[in-house]
């Protein structure tokens, strides 16, 4: 009974299941192997060895006993307030990294919508953006502001410096301390004379001039303006520290300007 159950845990391996309805499956199994366990504690107690049967019986119980907490968990969606796996957790130092992991994941699969709405592939384009040095201040008086209000993430991915200095030596490249492609709260493009301007800020009323666009896709700003609607898709935040690998188990951080990943979106002018 035990090998064919086992035969089946192992089968599980072999395909691409996702995790919750994994751990369905093995409860399932655990639960009917469990039965097979009670039978051989009776055997035991009925042909006189008590304290083998005895044994065999507790290990029955607590397994049942987690086994309906699985039940009650993997199938309902809630915890039974008997449940001691916190605690149990607790003393065996904690939830695992890679648990914590796969929840974030599963949290954060909501779809992010832009602070300007949402777009098809085939609206939007790549855009040029320049920053001059007043630009480039203001770029970098936002991003403060927005690490100290906690809207960006400046923690390194939340890596640690093991990671770090295992990771920059497999990919040679630097982590960088802003999480990639963070969306702003706000950003806005302005017509300012023969210049398309960027602003962003943590609200409309702190906005700044951080960039202006040279040209989008292929096409010069000028011509672009001239044919078409240009609105502003997203805007992503690059650059500021980096951390690379040292020659000792310890990382070297350096600063690098901050930058603008900028989309726009395109409408072909029409005339009245």
Do not use: C
Request: proline share 4%; net charge neutral.
């Amino acid at each position: 009974m035990l090998s064919l159950l086992d035969m089946i845990n192992h089968s599980l391996g072999y395909f691409n299941l996702n995790v919750k309805l994994k751990n369905r499956l093995y409860t399932v199994i655990g639960f009917v192997g469990q039965w097979y366990l009670l039978y051989v504690a009776i055997r035991l107690l009925q042909n006189g060895k008590l304290l083998r049967g005895s044994l065999y019986t507790i290990v029955f119980i607590l397994i049942f006993y987690f086994s309906v907490l699985n039940i009650i968990y993997y199938f309902t969606n809630k915890r039974s307030k008997f449940d001691i796996s916190p605690k149990i957790e607790k003393l065996m130092g904690g939830p695992r990294k890679e648990d914590l992991q796969q929840e974030n994941n599963v949290q954060n699969t909501a779809p992010v919508i832009p602070a300007n709405g949402l777009f098809t592939d085939d609206q939007i384009l790549p855009a040029d953006v320049v920053t001059n040095e007043h630009e480039k201040a203001n770029l970098k008086r936002v991003v403060k502001q927005m690490i100290e209000a906690e809207v960006l993430l400046n923690d390194y991915n939340g890596m640690s410096e093991s990671e770090i200095i295992s990771q920059n030596r497999e990919t040679g490249e630097a982590i960088p301390a802003l999480r990639p492609e963070q969306p702003i709260p706000y950003f806005e493009l302005v017509p300012t004379g023969a210049r398309l301007e960027i602003y962003v800020g943590i609200n409309q009323m702190e906005r700044l001039a951080v960039g202006h666009i040279t040209s989008v896709g292929l096409t010069e700003v000028s011509t672009a303006r001239k044919n078409y609607k240009l609105y502003l898709a997203n805007v992503f935040i690059s650059g500021g520290p980096v951390k690379i690998a040292g020659r000792s188990d310890s990382t070297i951080v350096s600063e690098e300007p901050y930058d603008l990943n900028v989309k726009v979106a395109y409408k072909t002018k029409t005339t009245d």
